[in-house]
């Protein structure tokens, strides 16, 4: 059968020329190379669409201009995850071609040794604590490695297959797109048409292209000529248009279907149905052969020849001849490595999905019988997965645990919360008990990584589910370390049910047990007991910390520290010093929990005080420390980020903490993306009035999954009722709000006395339009608001804590909007002086906190009031002040108050609005022209980021609240 390859690049041509001229790889005339423009490149396209050849290419080309070029493949290991795979390859490929320079950096990085391909076999010996690898010395030993190769000539580095790549490995890419080394460019391949909504690569993507130097390259299908003369070169003999006709319909522009559909018509067989195409090679080979590349797709999509040989019963001579066959037939690639890999990823799933049940798990078991007794090296995570599909349960549970052990150990919790979680499931499903695992002490170590992954919630099902599983005689120790455990993961998440009761009953239960374990307990007790309880919890910090100290356990201090910072009242001591101290206590060593958790408590801190500018960069530590310990969704960082977010809304900038919250491609725990979700809509719906209904009523169900989320969409949809003056709907909405947060924090918390006020603002727009009767009517729902905001303030006002500056401006702002309502409703109206009075008393505190869009708001409310109270000139001053405000908040609902209120801005002379710069002209024609965010950036080769930049400065300097009105007013003034 002839080749169905060609050694042409055919119908690329253009797309190697963009990739070469981006990273700056052809030279351009004679001497003078292109400057590049990005440092990264992310090759996206449909499986089969020719990713790998392009990047062949590019690496040819690379190699062409006097570059070095390595490369590492991410895997299909279905659940197995193996973390930094292709790091280990590119690792292992730098250690055989530049041993001087690889000794070099592990001389320095001697942990990355750990990631060099021959350490990541199975031993006798399970990651220990202090074996761990803290992520940020991997990053830094990984750039290292390619900034030394880069100083012997440029660097590509090509990364394939990323949808298939581990969390670690995407974080990994995250790094080394966000810190550019000297010479080192990167191209990364991945499937589009494999990226669902959930998939973790699709947020990631969307993340990658917001950095400065990365670009995307799509691979579209080719064009029906290019098709055609990639069919002439597979079939150099004469097809007939039908058959022309038959190929380019059925390959849809895909190089892989075409070479396939190709095969199939040299032989005369054009199979009807896309799998019939992918198995006919198979179909032509002889029997030993087929059996062959039958083991290589159970195998996965790489396999070594030792591992090959170890498995099959055939001789080394047949073998060899099979897999030559193999090879020769286009079925299978042979790589310098030693291993081989179907040409095609989906020709391999094609085959594996052909196998008969029996058959798939007869050859699943080979292999676990050939890694397991030691006649061939491999990882406990790929053991794992062939011991599951053979349904060889005791070998699955064992070599889960250890690939999880081995995730944890180079800072990959999702991974290893997964592999936990299968053995988990393994023993609760196996026909008889596994007796030789410690469950309990498994089901612990899976919260312990599912936590640090962000998954608290279903690590508080995992340990309440081992709870009761345990018998009636089960060990208080067994008992105390599991409600030990399970306490303090409901600290971590709002629920009903109590931490303090199950901190209780685990100290009660390990009075007599390890001193660890009842430090542990206590330190718990002490947190779950917080400052609401701020006396009993420091007796029992300390009396934790006594045991810990008096036994030598340095890490329990260390969080004892942590917690006593924030409960000493009478030391005269800094919260901030403490807090400050107790972080740099646990990074001195090397506990990052306890260092996260001390950094987060401190931008609290900060932020309750209104010191937004020292909280933010406290948030963005948090944040920084997380990253780098691999902890980045666990919950400190995850809130710090939501917190960041709410900071930067207060500053104005809006932008920013949207952004900050568009965690595409993160792939963040289910609770924290719709928490985030919703304070997006707070800004968009809340702040800046756009119409988006269907969205909340999207978040309308996870209101009771967090009671900020609750919170955040709650208020938005008040805003949005108040803007209309629908009191009505406020009402609902806020006793809405209320049946959703109550039950998972208590009934007076802080927020409610915002919420109240919001709806006793939207009874004041709805008054003027009212009745008489209506008002009447009216009184008792506002009275009803009024007294909830009272109880809030009466509950709080023993703790002096919690009188912050927000606090302030809210009940600032709750006296003033309930004089608004009483004199626009005419109950019992205040006087002018009065009313006017407590609205700049609302302005006062707002200003105070620093909260630009409350300070714009109130500007709106108090210069409506001082028109209404005769003060035209105060009103004018004021109204400007919040109009310029809203138009740089690009809020619709605050210029449209201020419209409705009968505001005007002050006439402003042709000489004083600002001059658009060339660019600026360049976008405001093309917005004038309907042009989206996107359209022009692709247009003006710039990033949509920088449009939206551009667009918010035309606005402000048309003074226009949006991009239509821009359009009419550039239409006027003739600039376009």
């Known amino acids: 059968m002839p080749a169905l390859r060609t050694t042409d690049l055919i119908g690329r041509d253009a797309e190697l020329e963009q990739l070469t001229a981006q990273l700056g790889i052809r030279t351009s005339g004679a001497d003078h190379p292109h400057e590049a423009t990005a440092r990264a490149v992310l090759v996206a396209g449909d499986a089969g669409v020719g990713k790998t050849r392009v990047l062949m290419a590019l690496r ?13 493949h991410c895997l299909d290991l279905a659940d197995s995850s193996l973390p930094y795979l292709p790091f280990s390859e590119i690792l292992g490929r730098v250690m055989a071609d530049l041993p001087d320079v690889a000794g070099r950096v592990l001389d320095v990085h001697p942990t990355l040794a750990r990631l060099q391909p021959g350490r990541r076999i199975r031993s006798s010996e399970t990651a220990s604590g202090d074996q761990a690898l803290d992520r940020g010395n991997v990053y830094d030993a990984v750039g290292d490695l390619l900034s030394a190769v880069a100083e012997q000539a440029p660097l590509l580095v090509l990364v394939e297959d990323a949808h298939w790549a581990d969390e670690s490995t995407r974080d990994m890419l995250s790094f080394l797109f966000s810190r550019p080394l000297p010479g080192v460019s990167l191209a990364v391949s991945y499937r589009a048409d494999d990226l669902h909504r959930r998939h973790p690569l699709r947020r990631q993507v969307a993340e990658w292209m ?91 999509r790489q396999v070594s020849h030792a591992l090959l040989a170890a498995v099959s019963d055939l001789g080394s001579t047949e073998l060899e001849s099979a897999l030559r066959a193999a090879v020769d037939a286009h079925v299978l690639v042979a790589s310098r490595g030693g291993t081989y890999a179907f040409r095609h990823a989906l020709l391999g799933e094609a085959v594996y999905d052909d196998l008969l049940p029996g058959e798939r798990m007869r050859l699943h078991a080979d292999f676990v019988a050939a890694l397991g007794e030691g006649r061939a090296v491999g990882t406990a995570a790929e053991l794992a997965q062939h011991a599951r599909r053979a349904d060889d349960r005791p070998v699955a549970i064992r070599a889960s645990i250890e690939a999880g052990e081995e995730a944890l150990a180079v800072g990959g919790p999702s991974e290893a919360s997964t592999h936990f979680l299968d053995a988990l499931e393994l023993i609760d499903t196996a026909r008889t008990p596994v007796t030789d695992v410690d469950v309990h002490a498994l089901a612990r170590r899976c919260a312990e990584a599912l936590i640090a992954a962000g998954r608290v ?92 100290e008096r036994h030598d356990l340095q890490s329990l201090a260390v969080e004892l520290h942590t917690t006593i910072a924030g409960l000493d009242p009478t030391s005269g001591s800094s919260p901030v010093a403490g807090w400050r101290a107790a972080a740099d206590r646990a990074r001195r060593a090397g506990l990052i929990e306890p260092e996260l958790r001390a950094l987060y408590l401190l931008g609290r801190l900060h932020h309750d005080e209104g010191d937004l500018g020292a909280a933010v960069a406290v948030y963005r530590e948090v944040i920084a420390r997380s990253e780098v310990g691999g902890l980045t969704w666990s919950p400190y960082p995850a809130e710090a980020r939501l917190l960041l977010a709410v900071a930067l809304t207060h500053q104005g900038l809006l932008d920013d903490a949207w952004e900050l919250l568009d965690v595409s491609g993160q792939n963040p725990p289910m609770v924290f993306e719709w928490l985030y979700f919703a304070h997006q809509m707070l800004i968009t719906i809340g702040i800046r009035g756009e119409a988006k209904p269907k969205a909340l009523e999207r978040l309308r169900d996870y209101w009771g999954t967090d009671g900020l989320t609750a919170i955040s969409a709650g208020t938005a949809e008040l805003l949005r009722a108040a803007a209309a003056g629908d009191a009505a709907t406020a009402v609902s909405v806020y006793d809405d709000v209320l049946a959703a947060v109550v039950p998972l924090w208590h009934e007076w918390f802080q927020a409610r006395m915002r919420l109240a006020t919001i709806a006793v603002s939207a009874f004041a727009a709805a008054a003027p339009h009212q009745s008489a009767e209506e008002r009447e009517a009216s009184a008792a729902v506002v009275d009803r608001m009024m007294a909830d905001g009272a109880r809030v303030i009466d509950f709080y006002a023993p703790y002096d804590g919690s009188h912050g500056p927000e606090y302030r401006m809210w009940v600032a702002r709750r006296t003033a909007e309930h004089l608004r309502w009483r004199w626009l409703a005419q109950v019992d109206p205040p006087s002018s002086d009065e009313l006017v009075e407590a609205w700049r008393a609302a302005e006062d505190t707002a200003v105070a906190y620093g909260s630009v869009p409350e300070v714009a708001q109130v500007r709106v409310r108090l210069s409506g009031v001082l028109r209404a109270t005769g003060d035209a000139a105060a009103a004018r001053a004021v109204g400007d002040q919040a109009r310029e405000a809203a138009h740089a908040l690009r809020s619709r609902a605050l210029l449209a108050e201020l419209t409705a209120q009968g505001s005007a801005p002050a006439p402003v002379a042709v000489s004083e609005v600002a001059a658009l710069t060339p660019r600026e002209s360049e976008i405001l024609a093309l917005v004038a022209e309907g042009r989206s965010n996107g359209e022009i950036g692709k247009q003006l080769f710039i990033s949509t980021k920088t449009v939206s930049v551009h667009v918010s400065n035309i606005l402000a300097k048309l003074d226009a609240a949006s991009r239509t009105e821009a359009a009419a007013v550039a239409r006027r003034r003739g600039l376009v």
Request: hydrophobic share 45%; no cysteine.
């Open 60 to 72: 040819d080309a690379a190699l062409d201009a006097g570059w070095q070029v390595v490369a590492g």
């Open 210 to 300: 917001r950095l400065r130097g990365v670009d995307r390259l799509q691979l579209e299908p080719l064009a029906e000529d290019a098709v055609r003369r990639l069919v002439r070169a597979l079939h150099p003999t004469t097809l007939s248009e039908a058959e022309y006709v038959s190929i380019v319909d059925r390959a849809e522009g895909n190089p892989f279907f075409i070479e396939e559909l190709v095969g199939a018509t040299w032989s005369g067989q054009v199979p009807g149905e896309l799998a019939d195409v992918l198995l006919v090679h198979l179909d032509r080979l002889d029997e030993t052969t087929r059996q062959v590349v039958r083991l290589v797709s159970v195998a996965g």
């Open 457 to 548: 919630p279903k690590a508080v099902k995992v340990l309440r589910a081992r709870l009761a599983t345990l018998p009636p005689g089960a060990s208080d120790v067994d008992r105390g370390q599991l409600l030990t455990a399970l306490a303090s993961a409901l600290l971590l998440t709002d629920t009903t049910d109590s931490p303090r009761e199950a901190a209780e009953e685990a100290v009660a239960l390990l009075q007599d047990g390890p001193p660890k374990l009842l430090a542990r307990a206590l330190l718990v007790l002490a947190q779950s007991l917080g400052s609401w309880h701020g006396d009993e919890a420091r007796s029992v910090a300390l009396q934790a910390l006594e045991l810990a």
